[in-house]
């Protein structure tokens, strides 16, 4: 049986609003509380380069835009130091990777 992709996402707590707050404030508090996904993305391009780990075709600083990180293990929040669960992937190949267990679930006739 093929391990899914994709793993529910765990609810995060809910954010506080204080109305009298200025949206810079909130925008502030929300960044240190959740990290922008630019930094693993980063980070992954700087340890696997800017090649595409399915195709292999190479990008650089003018279309950098079309490469993606996929987690390996579907878990967006798995984002170790080494890169482990990194693969970079452009967009066309990434789109692909995911749609794959969607197509075999519908010729296997599962409506999951």
């Known amino acids: 049986m093929r391990k899914k992709s ?7 707590k809910p954010v ?3 109305a009298n707050r200025s949206a810079e404030e909130a925008v ?7 990290p922008s996904n630019d930094d693993y993305r980063e980070q992954s391009l700087r340890i696997h380069g800017l090649i595409c780990a399915k ?3 190479e990008f650089d600083e003018s279309n950098r835009r079309l ?10 929040h798995n984002n170790p130091p080494d890169g482990s669960n990194w693969e970079n992937l452009c967009v066309y190949c990434h789109e692909d990777e995911h ?4 197509l075999g679930n519908y010729l296997g006739g599962d409506d999951g």
């Open 99 to 102: 749609s794959r267990g969607r």
């Open 28 to 34: 502030r508090e929300l960044q240190r509380i959740r």
């Open 6 to 12: 994709f793993q529910v996402r765990k609810r995060s």
């Open 55 to 57: 195709c292999a075709r």
């Open 67 to 76: 490469l993606t990180v996929h987690h390996r293990d579907g878990d967006h």
């Open 16 to 18: 506080k609003v204080d």
